[in-house]
């Protein structure tokens, strides 16, 4: 049994090397496996479940397609599509994960977590976590016209930019203490998350609470992922 993941796709109708790199991956690799999780930011944007945006339409119709071939589609959200609803996983037929989520794979436990929740050295970008995590906050969004929500998105996307631009790399990336807390707290020695776009494997020695924590790549780069079956897992190139 084969089960694959990856996250921070990063969706969006401006770039459909992506997305059609994404079929590819769906349509070969992943035809068959067992599971598919899609740990956060799909999308490089996602303003509701009701965006008409063909590009968007199309993922979902892929998705759905490997559902009906057999393999199960998780999808957990991201600081870029927070907004994914119950309309996308009925249409999709992926399944919502929360963030963290504890799951077997293969017989093992492993905390699964788009990741932005670790880099707590990032305050400015807490506050704005801890704010669009309020569900009041995202119905009033919802409300808004299509214009307006897109409007917004794309005004976060450049304040995004800049933050990164500003901010160091030892800023934006895992607060080591927090992966310690984390470990300690999931009852799982294995962790694996996305957000910081810097794939890679580290092993944590933390007075018991260690583990290993994988991290997954961003599709605009060398798009590593995950791939899990009987012999174990391994983090490699997407394959398609
Ligand atoms: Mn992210």
Not at 60 to 75: D, S
Not at 116 to 128: E, H, K, M, S
Not at 177 to 188: K, S
Request: hydrophobic share 45%.
């Amino acid at each position: 049994m084969t089960t694959w993941l990856a996250s921070d796709l990063h969706l969006d109708p401006t770039t459909p090397g992506v997305a059609a790199r994404f079929r590819r991956f769906l349509d070969g690799p992943v035809r068959g496996a067992h599971a598919l999780f899609l740990l956060g930011d799909l999308f490089e944007a996602w303003i509701g479940d009701d965006d008409p945006e063909p590009a968007h339409r199309e993922v979902i119709a892929a998705l759905a397609a490997t559902g009906a071939a057999g393999t199960r589609v998780f999808v957990m959200r991201g600081n870029r599509d927070f907004m994914i609803g119950t309309r996308f996983c009925a249409e999709s037929g992926a399944t919502l994960l929360d963030d963290p989520s504890l799951v077997t794979i293969s017989g093992e436990r492993v905390l699964l977590t788009h990741g932005d929740g670790l880099c707590t050295d990032d305050r400015a970008y807490q506050r704005l976590r801890a704010l669009v995590s309020d569900a009041g906050l995202r119905d009033a969004f919802a409300r808004l016209p299509i214009e307006a929500r897109r409007r917004l998105a794309s005004e976060a996307r450049a304040g995004s930019r800049e933050h990164l631009a500003a901010a160091s790399a030892y800023i934006t990336d895992v607060n080591a203490a927090a992966v310690a807390r984390v470990f300690a707290g999931a009852g799982a020695s294995l962790m694996i998350h996305g957000h910081t776009h810097r794939p890679g494997v580290h092993r944590l020695e933390a007075g018991g609470a260690g583990g290993t924590r994988i991290v997954l790549g961003a599709w605009h780069d060398e798009a590593e992922v995950v791939r899990w079956d009987d012999a174990g897992w391994q983090l490699l190139p997407c394959p398609a």
